[in-house]
Structure formats: C-alpha cells, structure tokens
C-alpha cells in the first residue's frame, strides 16, 4: 500500500496535506515532514500543509495558504472521520485522496487508505513511509516526526510497541539529531499554565462511579489568560490518580461557539461514547464538542455508567 500511495503522489503536481481540527502534535508535526520531504523529493512539485495552526505549535514549523488547481490530490493524515478534516474547500474538488492515519476506521475517504492501529502515531507511519519508499529525509524532518510521535505516545509510554522502537532508532542512527533539545521545547511550561493545572487539581469534581470533571468557563480562562485549548492539552497529566477511572475537561469556547472536552480512561472505552458527542478518537483518549453545558451533564452520565459497567465486569471476572 505504502509504494502505491508513492505511486499516486508521483502523478500529481499539486499536493496539499490536511490533518483534524483542534491541532495537536502529531496531527500538524506528520503534515510539516511529509511536506517538507515530498518538497524535497520533488522540487517541481507545489506541496502544501493546510488547517488552522497554533501559536503554541511554532516550533514544529509553519503551514500554508491553500491553493489548488484541477488537478490537485489532497492527502489527509491522522483523521479517520471526515467530519474532522481541517480544509475550507469541498473534497469533491481534489482529484484524488490519500488517507494515512493510526486511528480506529472511521468513514471511508477513498481506495488509497493505509491505516496502522498498532502504530504509535502518525508520525511513526510517516518514519517508516518515507524510509519504505526512499523519500528524502533530513535532520530536520527526523526531528518534526520525533517530536510528533514522542507528543502522542507521552514520550513512548502510550501505544509503544517494538516497531516504534526500531524505526525510532534507526532514525536516530541515520540523522543524529539533539533530542535533548527536543525534549527542552517539550517540557518547558509557562508559568500561566502551570498555576491554571493547579486550579484544575484543586477544582476537579468526582462522582462516585471515579469519573473525574471539571467546566472552565470563558471567564477562568481570562483569569488564568490561558486558551481554550490549554484544559484539553493538559488531560494527560492527571493519569494514574487513584481513584479516578475516567477523567475530562469540559471548555467553553467562545469563539468557535462551542464547548471542547477531551477524555481520558484507564478503564473502560470511551471514543463510541465520544461519537454520540460530535466527536471520536481513540479507545481510552478522545474529544467531543458539545452545544451546551447540559450536554456535558449527560456526557458525565453516560461516563459514570460505562465506568460502573466496566468496574462491575471486572469484579465478575475476578480480577
Ligand atoms: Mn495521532
């Protein structure tokens, strides 16, 4: 699949690569290397990466304008609904699509879908993609995939299997790149946040089914002058808290005119209850996007029951 996907990408002269809404690491860090590199594979070409950027992202690179012809193949990465493509144009309007992304299946976009659920991230597909085929790689574009795929596995505690290990390594090998300075950009935090995390641990709300929640209006978050995405950036790092089975934080975001929640579980799976929500994702790390805060209510109940089911199935088995 990996050669044909090469094959289609050969035949076109104008290429944009989109990725989901609600940016993250992996999504925008595989989008920037695989452009950078098909840029760098075929000078002639026009290679684009589209979608909303954040400022909070700058260090993994910069995106473009959307362009495009009649002639042009729009290559999606790590979105598996449509729904959640990042792009302001219709996608009947691109000639051919690519779709390559580590996320359970979702809607079908084309005949040309390679996707890996065992793989770590995206960035692990697009290591091995362009290793596979014999794209151009560089120090550079080594150091956007690390960066993306050490975000989405946590620094390979999430979904790190050997594979990830071996591509990782022999990447590391051949480019040779400062990790240490990798991980500096990672873990250095602005004092805003970490107080407004401080806010989030003393303020968390837990029922008695151990689904840990909290709402931040628009308001807490000028206090704190943190962004709507900050809560939903954060979710990772209430993992392993006694006590809580499924955690999540609920964001009013006014200018989207929605409120954002992402979910975490350590237990039961969450991302078919996060579909019912306008929103999806992975077994045990999703988002949803509700209209309302009474939406969040239900949510909370549909939660609380699967964590009861869950824990109740578990006392059946014995464990
Ligand atoms: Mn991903």
């Known amino acids: 699949m990996l050669k044909k996907i090469l094959k289609e990408i050969k ?47 700058n260090y993994i690179g910069k995106l473009d304008k959307l362009e495009m012809d009649d002639k042009t193949l729009l290559i999606v990465l790590d979105t598996p609904d449509i729904r959640r493509i ?37 960035c692990e597909i697009i290591m091995k993609f362009l290793d596979e085929v014999g794209l151009t790689c560089n120090e550079e574009i080594a ?14 505690f999430n979904s790190t299997t050997p594979d990830t290990f071996s591509i990782v390594s022999k990447y590391l090998r051949k480019y040779k790149f400062n990790m240490k300075e990798i991980y500096q950009k990672f873990y250095l935090r602005d004092l805003k946040e970490v107080r407004f995390e401080g806010y ?19 308001k807490l978050l000028k206090k704190f002058e943190v962004d709507a995405a900050a809560p939903g950036n954060m979710v990772n790092d209430f993992n392993f808290i006694d006590g809580i089975v499924v955690w999540l934080t609920i964001t ?23 579909e019912n929500y306008a929103g999806g994702g992975h077994k045990y790390a999703s988002g949803a996007r509700l209209k309302t805060m009474k939406e969040a209510d ?6 609380n029951k699967a964590v009861r089911d869950y824990l109740d199935k578990e006392e059946g088995n014995g464990n």
């Open 11 to 57: 035949k076109y002269e104008t290429i944009v690569i989109a990725r989901h809404i609600g940016v993250d690491p992996d999504a925008f860090a595989s989008q920037v290397a695989l452009r950078d590199s098909l840029r760098l594979s075929f000078p002639n070409k026009k290679v684009m990466a589209v979608g909303t950027g954040s400022n909070k992202f």
């Open 86 to 122: 990042d792009i302001s144009k219709d996608l009947k309007e691109f000639k051919s699509i690519i779709k390559i992304d580590h996320h359970p299946f979702v809607d079908k976009l084309s005949d040309l879908e390679y996707i890996d659920t065992k793989a770590s991230s995206t």
């Open 143 to 156: 150091e956007v995939l690390y960066m993306g795929l050490i975000a989405d596995t946590n620094r390979f």
């Open 200 to 218: 989030i641990s003393e303020n968390m709300v837990v029922t008695e089914d151990k689904v840990g929640y909290i709402k931040i209006t628009d």
């Open 252 to 274: 009013e975001d006014i200018k989207n005119e929605i409120i954002r929640v992402s979910i975490r579980s350590r237990g039961p799976e969450i991302n078919k209850i996060a």
């Open 298 to 303: 239900k949510l909370i109940t549909d939660l």
